[in-house]
């Protein structure tokens, strides 16, 4: 079936860095966007970025931008977040999503991963 | 950017109609028809219930329907079940951008 699995969610301490990966299944990856949306505790949910099929075109919330990288290999249908000068208020389970619609991005979230947590502190 | 506007809570009894609203601007709600509307119940990943204003998934029952009117976007629920007592977020493009609204508590009484 149609699945995401985030991993590489851990504890790490302020100004560090961190990985999270989204590996999917079961449709043809290389031909749908990808997001990444993040929720802290006990909040609601706040957007970071998204990632056209092609990997050619990548877009950031001002929140991130410039410490958090998108990347994706579609020969391994694997989606990545890379997290760098991690703050407190990056703490939060991070979603990686599918877009809906072949091709294009924003139209809408169809498939979402179970989450990756990620723990800011020292 | 700023979120977009929801009201904290709403509520209904079971087969009534409850409508959360989803106050945007011109650069994101009004400007595009790209509003969708997620689902989330307590410790699960959120679900798309409607895409684009107002089309719904593969999946997701009649009874939930969106709509749009200037800035503000709208999700209704009828015949409220008991099951839909969740919290649901609006989203919109917003120009190389993504938002979404601070989350409605939706209570079946």
């Known amino acids: 079936q149609v699945q995401l699995v985030e991993s590489g969610g851990g504890v790490v301490q302020p100004g560090k860095s961190l990985r999270l990966s989204c590996v999917a299944s079961?449709?043809?990856?290389?031909?749908?966007?990808m997001h990444w949306v993040r929720q802290a505790p006990g909040k609601g949910l706040e957007w970071l970025a998204v990632m056209s099929y092609d990997g050619r075109n990548k877009y950031y919330a001002d929140s991130v931008k410039g410490r958090f990288t998108l990347s994706r290999d579609n020969s391994k249908n694997t989606l990545y977040l890379q997290m760098n000068s991690l703050r407190a208020e990056d703490t939060a389970v991070y979603y990686c999503?599918?877009?809906?619609?072949?091709?294009?991005?924003?139209?809408?979230?169809?498939?979402w991963g179970q989450g990756a947590t990620v723990t800011v502190s020292s | 950017q700023s979120a977009l506007t929801q009201p904290p809570s709403a509520s209904g009894s079971p087969g009534q109609s409850v409508t959360i609203s989803c106050t945007g601007t011109?650069?994101?709600?009004?400007?595009?028809?790209?509003v969708s509307w997620y689902q989330q119940h307590p410790g699960k990943a959120p679900k798309l219930m409607i895409y684009e204003v107002n089309k719904r998934p593969s999946g997701v029952p009649g009874r939930f329907s969106g709509s749009k009117s200037g800035n503000t976007a709208s999700l209704t629920v009828s015949g409220l079940q008991a099951e839909d007592e969740a919290d649901y977020y609006c989203s919109s493009y917003a120009g190389t951008n993504n938002l979404f609204g601070g989350g409605t508590k939706v209570t079946v009484l």
């Open positions: 999503a599918k877009e809906i619609e072949v091709w294009f991005l924003y139209y809408g979230m169809d498939v």
């Open positions: 011109s650069s994101d709600v009004g400007g595009y028809n790209f």
């Open positions: 079961g449709f043809t990856f290389s031909s749908y966007g």
